[in-house]
């Protein structure tokens, strides 16, 4: 049964158990966790099992909005991992194997769409079923943008999964994502740290060279110019972060670096990515998962992005800055690292006059 929001008489009383489907990546988990916060606000007295991708499965656990986390393998890379499609093969066989009062389909995915085929629930909330923008909110959007003549703004990810939960009379108790840090990571980075010898006050400016798409990629020599400026201006020092198949990019970049200036932590575990980037006094990166993380910590953050202006996965934060061509390459040097300087030096006049 798909939910509706005419059944009222369900409505009157908390579910024991919610399942939530929310199996995508680093950017689509992290801008779901003002819904999920708001779903866990709204149901406070129920139990909350979040069905996420493996790879993000931590990020879920750090945003605090769940009981259970199970990790799900997603299709595609993720698959050729065996301890994560080992993880996956037991999430899949608990919840054939459990029985939720309600089912909530996040994050629309053929991961998802086959866990609803194993999923026994009483009711069952769709991405098919959540409301569209219809009615006068349409009207008005379609008539301005016909009389300013320009395209109308997409509505961006975090609302439509906000949106999603309407019927069930959730309401958002935070508009941008929030994460804290985990306090074993806390230690281990707080080690690895003084292990390279970096002392306390030093400051830390992280690079991020990768994205998913190389297309998408800012070029890797004005990544070297913006760190060895950043260096020599501000006697920064760097930790470059990647993923798995950014290895390469990450030692060059390092490489690049004068000599111990420049840190490399290649394809992290999450809590330890998350520790990091939440040190920092500025993130450069591409528009990437990473990017979306640092920016729910709360840490300055520097995207160059070359997707369009209505994009629907732009960072929430007050404190990112976004700069945008319709090609990376096209993406000036001097705007980044004006922008990286702006940050810095608010970041340090927030911590001066911090009670």
């Known amino acids: 049964m798909v939910w509706s929001s005419a059944n009222d008489n369900w409505m009157s009383s908390q579910p024991l158990k919610i399942l939530v489907l929310h199996v995508g990546g680093l950017t689509e988990t992290t801008l779901g966790l003002p819904a999920l916060r708001a779903l866990r606000e709204h149901f406070s007295s129920s139990h909350i099992c979040i069905a996420t991708s493996a790879s993000a499965a931590e990020l879920a656990r750090l945003g605090r909005c769940a009981d259970m986390i199970l990790p799900i393998t997603r299709l595609g890379s993720e698959m050729l991992s065996p301890s994560l499609f080992y993880r996956s093969l037991r999430s899949a066989r608990l919840l054939r194997q459990s029985r939720f009062d309600l089912a909530i389909e996040l994050h629309q995915s053929p991961e998802s769409s086959l866990l609803l085929q194993l999923v026994k629930a009483g009711e069952y909330l769709t991405a098919a079923s959540a409301p569209s923008r219809t009615g006068l909110i349409h009207t008005i959007e379609r008539l301005a943008a016909a009389l300013t003549n320009k395209p109308r703004p997409s509505e961006h990810l975090a609302q439509r999964y906000l949106r999603r939960l309407e019927p069930l009379g959730v309401r958002p108790i935070e508009t941008e994502p929030r994460l804290t840090t985990d306090r074993d990571a806390d230690v281990r980075m707080e080690k690895w740290l003084k292990k390279n010898a970096v002392t306390f006050g030093e400051l830390l400016v992280g690079l991020h060279p990768g994205a998913g ?129 702006r940050l810095i030096r608010i970041n340090r006049a927030s911590s001066l006059w911090a009670p």
């Not at 990019?249 to 999450?270: G, Y």
Request: hydrophobic share 45%; charged share 20%; aromatic share 4%.
């Open 213 to 341: 798409a190389r297309i998408n990629r800012w070029p890797l020599d004005r990544f070297v110019s913006i760190g060895r400026r950043l260096i020599h201006n501000f006697n920064a020092r760097l930790i470059v972060v990647g993923g798995p198949s950014e290895r390469s990019l990450v030692k060059q970049l390092v490489k690049a670096m004068p000599e111990k200036r420049a840190l490399a932590l290649q394809a992290p575990e999450l809590p330890d990515l998350v520790s990091i980037l939440a040190r920092l006094s500025v993130f450069v990166s591409n528009h990437s998962g990473p990017a979306h993380v640092a920016a729910a910590l709360r840490t300055p953050v520097v995207v160059a992005s070359s997707m369009n202006v209505s994009s629907d996965v732009n960072p929430l934060s007050a404190t990112h800055v976004l700069v945008r061509r319709v090609s990376a390459e096209m993406i000036p040097e001097e705007e980044i690292y004006e922008a990286a300087c």
